[in-house]
C-alpha cells in the first residue's frame, strides 16, 4: 500500500488546528481508501509549537528558521525534508514563514495556503484587527495556491462569517478558525478527487 500511496506533508508554526482538523478529516473520511491519500508528515520551523504535539499519530519534524542565515538556506533545508515525502500536496496551514521564489516554483500546482481573510481584501498579517478597523460587516478565511506574490495566487474557496457587535480581534479569529477547519479538508479532498494535483 505504501508505495501506491500519494502524500501530504502539511507545514505550521503554531496552534495547528487547522493540521488537526486535516489530519481527523483524512481518518474520519477515509482518506487512505477512497482517495489513496495519506498525511504523511508535519514540519514546523518552530521547533516549540504546540502543533507537534498535537498531530494525530502523523510523523513530525521541526526546521528551525533560526538555524539558518539566509531565507534562501532556509527553504533549501526546508525542501529537503519535504521532498523525503515526495508529496502530491504541501499545505501550509498557519506558517509565517514568506517563502522564497524558488520554493515556490519548485512546488507550483501542488501548494495552497489558508489565509485568515476574505481574499484580495487584507492580504498579509494582523488581518481581524484590521478588519474590524475597516468597520467590515462581513470577515472569512481564504483557501488559495500560493504563487511567488503572496497572499495572490488562484482562490479555491472562501468562508464568510458575520462581524458582530462587540467582536475583538480575538472573537472575530475564533469565529473565522471554525469555518477554516471546515473549508481547508474539503478542498484538499476535492483537489485530491479531481486528480488536480
Ligand atoms: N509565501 C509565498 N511566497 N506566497 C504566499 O502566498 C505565502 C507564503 C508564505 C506564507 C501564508 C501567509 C498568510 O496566510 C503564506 C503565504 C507569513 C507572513 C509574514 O509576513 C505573511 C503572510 C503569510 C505568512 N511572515 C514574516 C516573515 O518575515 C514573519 C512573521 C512571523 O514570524 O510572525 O516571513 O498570511
Ligand atoms: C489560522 O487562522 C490561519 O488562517 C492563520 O493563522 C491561524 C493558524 O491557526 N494563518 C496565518 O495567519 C498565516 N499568516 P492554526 O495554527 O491553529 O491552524
Redesign the pocket.
Known amino acids: 500500500m505504501g508505495s501506491f500511496m500519494k502524500n501530504i506533508v502539511i507545514l505550521i508554526?503554531g496552534s495547528g488546528s487547522n493540521m488537526a482538523a486535516i489530519v481527523q478529516a483524512a481518518q474520519r473520511e477515509h482518506w487512505s481508501e477512497r482517495l489513496g491519500v495519506r498525511v504523511a508528515a508535519v514540519i514546523s520551523n518552530q521547533p516549540d509549537a504546540a502543533g507537534l504535539k498535537q498531530a494525530h499519530g502523523v510523523a513530525t519534524q521541526a526546521v528551525d528558521h533560526k538555524a539558518f542565515a539566509t531565507?534562501e538556506a532556509f527553504d533549501a533545508a526546508l525542501q529537503h525534508a519535504i521532498d523525503a515525502y515526495a508529496p502530491t500536496l504541501v499545505v501550509?496551514a498557519g506558517?509565517?514563514?514568506?517563502?522564497?521564489?524558488a520554493?515556490?516554483r519548485h512546488y507550483e500546482g501542488r501548494l495552497i495556503?489558508?489565509?485568515?481573510s476574505l481574499l484580495p481584501a487584507f492580504?498579509?498579517?494582523n488581518?481581524h484587527q484590521r478588519a474590524l478597523d475597516a468597520g467590515c460587516k462581513v470577515a472569512g478565511a481564504t483557501v488559495?495556491r500560493?504563487?511567488?506574490?503572496?497572499?495572490?495566487?488562484e482562490i479555491l474557496a472562501q468562508a464568510v462569517v458575520p462581524v458582530l457587535a462587540g467582536d475583538t480581534a480575538a472573537t472575530l479569529a475564533a469565529r473565522v478558525l471554525t469555518q477554516e477547519h471546515i473549508i481547508y479538508p474539503q478542498v484538499i479532498a476535492s483537489l485530491l478527487q479531481a486528480g488536480v494535483t
Open positions: 508554526s531565507r501550509l506558517f509565517m514563514r514568506i517563502l522564497t521564489p520554493f515556490v495556503n489558508i489565509h485568515p492580504t498579509g498579517l488581518t488559495h500560493v504563487t511567488s506574490e503572496l497572499d495572490h495566487g
